[in-house]
C-alpha cells in the first residue's frame, strides 16, 4: 500500500475507485496501521463488494463521488 497522505499527526486520508464511483475517506487520532487496516479490511472490500454489483448499467465517462470521515 502506498505511503498515507497526513496533514497533521494521526491524521491520513485516501481515495480510491471502484466501478462508476470514487469514494474519500479521512481519519484522525489513529495510529497508521489502525487506519490502513480499516481501509484494507473494511472500506474498500465493503465497496468493491457492494458498488460492483449495482453496475448492471453502468454510466459512460461519469464518476459518483462518496466522501466520509472517521
Not at 30 to 50: G, I, K, Q
Amino acid at each position: 500500500m502506498r505511503k498515507l497522505p497526513s496533514w497533521a499527526p494521526q491524521s491520513y486520508a485516501a481515495r480510491w475507485e471502484t466501478g462508476n464511483y470514487v469514494f474519500a475517506v479521512q481519519g484522525e487520532g489513529m495510529e497508521p496501521a489502525a487506519f490502513r487496516s480499516l481501509l484494507a479490511n473494511s472500506l474498500v472490500e465493503d465497496t468493491e463488494h457492494y458498488f460492483i454489483s449495482m453496475e448492471k448499467n453502468p454510466e459512460k465517462n461519469e464518476k459518483k463521488s462518496i466522501y466520509s470521515s472517521l
